[in-house]
């Protein structure tokens, strides 16, 4: 009976919280709205994830989080550092071709994701077989070495946070 009433429970929690930081105001009306939105919207949309991925909610995915907010806030000064420093001719930007190991849809797009978050880098492509990203990166002395930090990083520990 749950289970029919919160078939992703995980993104109910989600949609609540983005509608409380869209109301911007801690209210009873506003915490009812977003249980209704949070309950409905997944509710109406469970038929279109007929297999929605498992992730594991814990200390992975915590860690995770955390060293994603770690490295946005390095990469910051890092890019700046670069762009007060160098001039254009200066900077070792390099298109880096990351083979991936994750093979769901839902992990590979918070593997892209989460390079684009990071300041410096970008993911512009994915192959047609989902088997590589394609990732500009604005300063890189070592292409084989960022790209192995990317994998060790990131993707290795999301496929921890996704069965």
């Given at each position: 009976?749950?289970?029919r009433l919160?078939?992703?429970?995980?993104?109910?929690?989600?949609?609540?919280?983005v509608?409380?930081?869209?109301?911007?105001?801690?209210?009873?009306?506003?915490?009812?709205?977003?249980?209704?939105?949070?309950?409905?919207?997944?509710?109406?949309?469970?038929?279109?994830?007929?297999?929605?991925?498992?992730?594991?909610?814990?200390?992975?995915?915590?860690?995770?989080?955390?060293?994603?907010?770690?490295d946005?806030?390095?990469?910051?000064?890092?890019?700046?550092?670069?762009?007060?420093?160098?001039?254009?001719?200066?900077?070792?930007?390099?298109?880096l071709?990351?083979?991936?190991?994750?093979?769901?849809?839902?992990?590979?797009?918070?593997?892209?994701?989460?390079?684009?978050?990071?300041?410096?880098?970008?993911?512009?492509?994915?192959?047609?077989?989902?088997?590589?990203?394609?990732?500009?990166?604005?300063?890189?002395?070592d292409?084989?070495?960022?790209?192995?930090?990317?994998k060790?990083?990131?993707?290795?520990?999301?496929?921890?946070?996704?069965?």
């Amino acid at each position: 009976m749950i289970r029919r009433l919160l078939p992703h429970p995980a993104l109910s929690v989600l949609v609540g919280v983005v509608w409380m930081l869209l109301v911007n105001e801690i209210t009873f009306g506003a915490l009812f709205l977003a249980v209704i939105v949070g309950v409905v919207a997944p509710l109406v949309t469970s038929r279109f994830w007929p297999d929605r991925p498992k992730i594991r909610f814990g200390p992975d995915l915590l860690g995770y989080v955390g060293i994603v907010l770690w490295d946005i806030v390095v990469a910051n000064f890092e890019v700046a550092w670069v762009i007060l420093t160098r001039s254009n001719r200066d900077i070792r930007s390099h298109w880096l071709v990351v083979p991936l190991e994750l093979r769901s849809p839902e992990a590979i797009t918070v593997f892209a994701g989460t390079i684009s978050l990071t300041p410096g880098t970008v993911t512009s492509d994915v192959s047609a077989d989902g088997r590589a990203l394609l990732v500009h990166a604005l300063d890189v002395d070592d292409p084989e070495a960022e790209v192995a930090r990317m994998k060790q990083r990131y993707e290795a520990r999301l496929l921890k946070v996704f069965r």
